[in-house]
């Protein structure tokens, strides 16, 4: 069992839905990132955060670290964020190394 | 646009050819790092440098040899590889090794097929 655990795997939605991607984990850590990866590999750091609540724009991401647990969440989809978004954590100890989750691949169609 | 390059895009190899990857950054960052993505696993971290100090190698198999010659600028050179080395290589760097406050900035990677 991964130590990160993504889910769903797969999303598809409808332009305009109300998106959120869930996270878990399983280790103590000291922060979660969540990444953005499109078609052709590039990925982008969307959040970073440790505790509470972040917000970009139609992004926003929410951690308790109490439940171990951190969601994304898109408002009103649009096809251009069709991607693989990626959990990640760095430990309490050894904060060098991230540990990923395998991925959500939302697809959302017009 | 990360500010993170990697060359080439795409590399097919056989299991007898030597080659290197490139990866190159003018953020002005002092930590980069060689991550290998496999079809449906989680990333995995290859190698982590430190102002051109290697301070991590994730147990990886000798025919990976990493360069880092200056902060700017990291390689990968390749021998004798397996089929099962065919990933996604992506290159990433942060002003330092990983903090509390430290986001990883990634390159397009290169897609690497070694038949």
């Known amino acids: 069992k991964n130590e990160v655990e993504q889910s769903p795997q797969n999303l598809t939605a409808q332009e305009g839905e109300f998106i959120t991607i869930n996270c878990s984990y399983s280790?103590?850590?000291?922060?979660l990132h969540w990444l953005q990866q499109h078609p052709g590999g590039g990925i982008v750091s969307l959040f970073m955060?440790?505790?509470g609540k972040k917000k970009h724009g139609r992004l926003i991401a929410t951690i308790n670290i109490q439940e171990k647990h951190s969601s994304l969440h898109i408002t009103a989809s649009h096809p251009r964020d069709s991607a693989v978004y990626i959990c990640?954590?760095?430990?309490?100890?050894?904060?060098?190394?991230?540990?990923f989750g395998t991925g959500t691949r939302l697809q959302v169609f017009p | 646009e990360t500010g993170v390059t990697q060359t080439p895009r795409h590399l097919v190899m056989g299991m007898t050819n030597k080659k290197s990857l490139k990866c190159e950054q003018h953020?002005?960052?002092?930590?980069m790092y060689w991550y290998k993505q496999s079809a449906k696993k989680p990333l995995e971290l290859m190698f982590v440098?430190?102002?051109?100090?290697?301070?991590e190698n994730n147990s990886v198999p000798s025919r990976f040899s990493p360069e880092c010659p200056n902060s700017s600028h990291l390689f990968l050179h390749l021998h004798t590889l397996q089929p099962e080395d065919s990933a996604l290589y992506l290159c990433?760097?942060?002003?330092?090794?990983?903090?509390?406050?430290?986001?990883?900035?990634f390159g397009s990677g290169t897609q690497l097929s070694v038949l």
């Open positions: 990433a760097s942060s002003p330092a090794t990983l903090t509390l406050y430290e986001k990883l900035f």
């Open positions: 280790v103590g850590i000291s922060a």
């Open positions: 955060l440790s505790s």
């Open positions: 990640a954590v760095n430990r309490s100890y050894n904060t060098d190394k991230l540990i």
């Open positions: 953020l002005g960052h002092n930590a």
């Open positions: 440098y430190n102002f051109k100090e290697q301070t």
